[in-house]
C-alpha cells in the first residue's frame, strides 16, 4: 500500500517543470508572471485535469489494478473538493526573491490511508476468511479505499511557494516549492 501512496503524492506533486519566467523587459509584472506559473501547475491537479489522472493512472494503474480499482475513478475522487487561490505574491527585486501565498484545499493522503487502514482492518476482522480467496480480499481493500476516498473531506492549508531570480534574470520556482505542495497533498 505504500506504494500506492509514494505514487499518488508523486503524480500530484509539482513536476519541476515549473518553467523559468524572464522578469525584465515590457511584458507582465514578475507578480503576474509567477501567478500565472503557480496557476499553471496547480490547475494540473484539479479534479478537470486530465493530466492529474492521466498521471496517476501511469504512476499507479498496476496496483490499482490489483484492488480492481480504476485508476481515474481514484484520481477523481481523490481531487475532488479541490481547490485553490493565490492570495498574494511578495517580490522583493533587490533580493531576487519572491513568495506565493497560496491557500489550498485538498484531501489528505495521511488521513486517507489512515482511515483505510482502520476501515479494511475492521472488515477483515468481521469476515469469516475461510472462503475467502486473496483476489476476495484485494477487490475488498479496492471497494474500501474508493470508499475511503470518496468520504475524505478536503482541508485547507496555507503553502509559501517560494521563487528566486537566478543569474539569467529568470524567476524560477526554488525546489522548497515542490516539498511544500508535495507536503500539502500528503496531509
Given at each position: 500500500m505504500k506504494r500506492i501512496v509514494t505514487a499518488a503524492v508523486a503524480a500530484l506533486m509539482l513536476t519541476g517543470s515549473l518553467a523559468g519566467l524572464a522578469g525584465c523587459g515590457t511584458g507582465p509584472s514578475?507578480?503576474?508572471?509567477?501567478?500565472?506559473?503557480?496557476?499553471?501547475e496547480l490547475e494540473l491537479i484539479g479534479e478537470d485535469a486530465a493530466?492529474?489522472?492521466d498521471a496517476i493512472a501511469a504512476n499507479m494503474g498496476q496496483e490499482l489494478d490489483a484492488l480492481?480499482?480504476?485508476a481515474k475513478?481514484?484520481?477523481q475522487a481523490y481531487t475532488?473538493?479541490?481547490?485553490?487561490?493565490i492570495d498574494a505574491v511578495d517580490v522583493d527585486e533587490e533580493a531576487g526573491t519572491a513568495t506565493a501565498r497560496v491557500s489550498m484545499s485538498c484531501k489528505s493522503m495521511a488521513k486517507i490511508l489512515a482511515d483505510f487502514k482502520t476501515a479494511f482492518t475492521d472488515k477483515v476482522n468481521s469476515l469469516d476468511l475461510n472462503g475467502m480467496t486473496q483476489d476476495d480480499l484485494y477487490k475488498l481493500g479496492g471497494e474500501t479505499l474508493m470508499d475511503v476516498v470518496a468520504k475524505a473531506e478536503p482541508e485547507k492549508k496555507t503553502l509559501d511557494l517560494v521563487y528566486a531570480k537566478g543569474e539569467d534574470g529568470e524567476w524560477r520556482a526554488d525546489e522548497s516549492a515542490a516539498t511544500e505542495l508535495m507536503d500539502a497533498l500528503k496531509g
Open positions: 514578475t507578480d503576474e508572471l509567477i501567478r500565472d506559473d503557480v496557476a499553471s493530466a492529474s489522472t480492481g480499482v480504476d475513478a481514484f484520481a475532488e473538493g479541490y481547490s485553490y487561490s
